[in-house]
């Protein structure tokens, strides 16, 4: 399932022309990345790894953690991708990358 | 306080000390206080991490390896830090070029407090990403020289760095989510993120974690490889290092695309899969080298000539270090290969950082960067007020170590890097990109000749800006120097780079072998520059030149890539 919802962002990142668009993607394979993290860690009937006794079943905090910084990372990714987006859009006036290569 | 554990966070957190100072003065400081207030965060990142790299050295010089945990955590759970003679030597390639070229934005631009911030950044990230010793930190620290170098590159507001900047964009952040699938791999299969970790393990389940281990390592590697710029997965450089502004292509060329190069060693040195992979990845280097220079010299802009020979030049660190990986840095011939590799590395961002920086001057003054329409630069630098031609000197400098001729420093790693590879498949490809570069740097110099007909270029108004030359003066004594001290800094570096004191292999650097292959090479060079010179073969360099590429191929080429890697190492 992980593996389809990659495709679908990778599929949409080689043939989308509109660069917003290329950036929707981006973010839909960033996010299933992460899903898929989360996911590694989870465990069934378990509590959150915080404020616990040493004795209670947790689920994995590590992946946790890493993710919370990968989710970070691509918040800034995206912010700086729509604003390269921005001035693009300044200098020739369109966010299509065929439109642009003809410039 | 003073203890070495302590110590070694310094030169991540130095610069970015710097960098807050910088943002400072940015924000709350007007007229001459923020200056001072940005140059004191420069000095603080910049300068001071040179009395750290010199305090520590009496450490490592004697094969001490030092570790540190951010906060005083327990060892295991904390992000550890290692700094070894690895790190102390990436340190010098990072903080003798960012230095050089920070001093040269205070002349040619971008001259503003957020630059500087975000430079120093940059360079706080280098540091970390050669110094960690864990997977997904070594992502982190990745993603964030990624960031600001994207920043850096649209910062030059010429019309193309914006686009330039989003495609390196996002080649490269969707190579790193397939790193970040390959850390996921290793975590669930060992449970561990630590390099040593991961190894062992590895070793401990049945044969070594089979096909997910080998696809895990396989998509790190490739991801690692995007950045590196080696070829098939080179193709987001040119545009990104030709736009950027010269003081940031010459970072980018420079230091960026090494840094990962050699943190990524430590990584696959400690599992046989990852050593296996090294073989290929020498190859792909030795014909990186050729390939990039055929298209280096079929380009016409003058910076993007420069950056296709970052993509030729890598090849060849790329290929020495391939081989090294193979055979593993304990034994003498991996010892000997990865200084010889590392030296190259060195010695290349000095003598391309030189280049970038003096060809930036030179397009700057004459409004040119047309190969074939500039001529007679020289002339129109010395009417910038350039009594004594320093721009044209430096570029020679750069030009003669770049072709490898004696005594600068390029000749000094070629020949090292000849001696390790001799007889080996490499060898062969890198002499004829020897040859290609001689070629190119031919057709590049011809822009300082004189002009036949009247001046029809006219130099910009000003006088450039004494920064600039010290800059390029520091950058082209340090060429010299290296050529010069060659056996000490080959010597030096063999020892650093394998703790267990590997014996030193003669390198008869200046025996009059060498300096004919350096001479036939340029001769060859020559040759090869006049057949592109005829009718025939400009129309075979229009060919190359005008070549489509795009994102696709970039994606096709980084997929090809994995996939070739793992069934190479299965």
């Known amino acids: 399932m992980m593996m389809l919802i990659i495709f679908v962002g990778i599929f949409g990142l080689i043939t989308s022309d509109n660069l917003i668009k290329k950036i929707m993607c981006l973010s839909i394979i960033e996010n299933t990345m992460i899903l898929n993290f989360i996911r590694a860690g989870f465990r069934e009937e378990a509590a959150a790894p915080f404020l616990i006794t040493p004795d209670a079943v947790t689920v994995d905090p590590i992946p946790q953690a890493l993710m919370l910084t990968a989710i970070v990372i691509g918040v800034c990714f995206n912010a700086l991708a729509v604003a390269c987006i921005v001035r693009l859009h300044h200098t020739t006036g369109t966010i299509l990358v065929s439109d642009i290569h003809e410039l | ?570």
């Open chain 2, 1 to 570: 306080m003073m203890n070495p554990e302590n110590l070694i966070f310094l030169p991540v957190a130095l610069p970015l000390a710097g960098a807050a100072a910088a943002f400072c003065a940015k924000a709350w400081c007007t007229g001459s206080l923020a200056k001072i207030t940005e140059y004191g965060g420069a000095l603080i990142g910049l300068a001071l991490p040179w009395a750290f790299l010199a305090a520590v050295l009496p450490v490592i010089a004697t094969g001490g390896v030092v570790e540190g945990v951010i906060g005083r955590w327990y060892e295991g759970i904390g992000i550890t830090f290692r700094f070894d003679g690895l790190s102390w030597l990436v340190m010098v390639l990072i903080y003798s070029v960012t230095t050089a070229a920070w001093i040269y934005s205070l002349g040619a631009g971008p001259r503003n407090a957020s630059f500087s911030a975000v430079y120093l950044i940059l360079v706080s990230a280098l540091s970390a990403t050669i110094m960690t010793t864990d997977v997904f930190n070594l992502f982190v620290c990745l993603e964030m020289a990624g960031i600001t170098s994207y920043v850096l590159i649209a910062s030059s507001g010429k019309p193309g760095a914006a686009l330039a900047s989003f495609s390196y964009l996002l080649i490269s952040a969707s190579s790193m989510v397939f790193f970040l699938l390959g850390v996921y791999g290793l975590y669930r299969l060992t449970g561990a993120l630590s390099y040593e970790g991961i190894a062992q393990g590895l070793q401990s389940l049945p044969d070594g974690g089979g096909t997910a281990a080998v696809v895990s390592l396989a998509l790190m590697i490739a991801a690692v490889s995007v950045r590196v710029a080696v070829m098939p997965v080179s193709g987001w450089l040119p545009d990104a290092h030709a736009l950027a502004p010269h003081a940031v292509s010459a970072v980018l060329s420079g230091v960026l695309i090494k840094v990962p190069l050699f943190a990524l060693a430590r990584v696959m040195l400690l599992m046989p899969a990852g050593m296996q992979a090294g073989a290929l990845i020498g190859y792909a280097g030795a014909f990186t080298a050729l390939f990039g220079v055929i298209l280096a010299l079929s380009q016409k802009d003058a910076k993007r000539l420069l950056a296709y020979h970052s993509i030729s030049q890598i090849g060849y660190v790329v290929s020495a270090w391939g081989a090294a990986v193979h055979v593993g840095v304990t034994t003498p011939a991996g010892a000997a290969l990865m200084a010889a590799s590392f030296l190259h590395g060195l010695y290349h961002a000095m003598f391309k950082g030189l280049l970038f920086l003096s060809i930036g001057t030179t397009v700057d003054r004459t409004g040119q960067r047309d190969v074939y329409q500039l001529r007679g630069a020289a002339r129109i630098l010395r009417s910038g007020g350039e009594r004594i031609p320093v721009t044209c000197i430096c570029f020679f400098i750069g030009a003669l170590a770049i072709s490898a001729i004696p005594p600068f420093n390029g000749y000094v790693s070629k020949t090292a890097l000849s001696h390790v590879l001799s007889g080996s498949f490499h060898y062969y490809l890198l002499t004829a990109a020897g040859v290609g570069t001689a070629a190119s740097f031919i057709k590049l110099s011809r822009i300082y000749w004189p002009q036949k007909q009247g001046g029809e270029h006219s130099a910009a108004r000003g006088r450039t800006p004494a920064s600039v030359y010290i800059s390029q003066l520091f950058l082209g004594g340090l060429c010299i120097a290296g050529g010069i001290s060659a056996s000490a800094v080959f010597a030096m570096v063999v020892n650093l780079l394998s703790a267990s004191g590997a014996p030193v292999p003669e390198v008869a650097f200046y025996s009059s072998a060498n300096m004919l292959k350096a001479l036939l090479t340029v001769a060859a060079g020559l040759i090869l520059f006049l057949l592109t010179a005829t009718k025939k073969g400009g129309a075979l360099l229009t060919t190359i030149r005008t070549r489509p590429r795009g994102f696709q191929d970039l994606f096709i080429s980084f997929s090809l890539a994995a996939a070739v890697l793992v069934i190479w190492m299965l």
